[in-house]
């Protein structure tokens, strides 16, 4: 069966940086658009990033948009989210996410997920 694997979260000042990452298997990674979301405490979950098969498209939320990119490496079945310049309203827990639509921002479109990492960022 499908697994995402999420790793890379933890605790960090505000203006610093992580790097996520995010490991598939069971299904042929190189075929699925690749997506990131994310869940703030008493907030519905939220679109972040996602990424077309290839690699070649991208597009990201407002809110990230020049702070955070998505990239993957199809030969490690792995896809990463580097955040900088992190902000206390990034805090949330990060969702890996396949199976869906390169262009849909909404969760209803993807069907595979990870089972999050959670990323702080204290001000």
């Known amino acids: 069966q499908v697994q995402l694997v999420e790793s890379g979260g933890g605790l960090v000042q505000a203006g610093g940086s992580l790097r996520l990452s995010c490991a598939a298997s069971?299904?042929?990674?190189?075929?699925?658009?690749m997506a990131w979301f994310r869940q703030a405490p008493g907030k519905e979950r939220e679109f972040v990033a996602a990424?077309?098969?290839?690699?070649?498209?991208?597009h990201y939320a407002d809110s990230v948009k020049g702070r955070f990119t998505i990239s993957r490496l199809n030969a490690k079945n792995t896809v990463y989210l580097q955040m900088h310049s992190l902000k206390p309203e990034d805090t949330a827990v990060y969702y890996c996410?396949?199976?869906?639509?390169?262009?849909?921002?909404?969760?209803?479109?993807?069907?595979?997920w990870g089972q999050g990492t959670q990323v702080t960022v204290s001000s």
């Open positions: 996410a396949s199976g869906g639509t390169y262009g849909s921002r909404s969760e209803k479109s993807w069907a595979y």
């Open positions: 069971g299904l042929t990674f190189n075929s699925y658009a």
């Open positions: 990424i077309s098969w290839s690699g070649g498209s991208t």
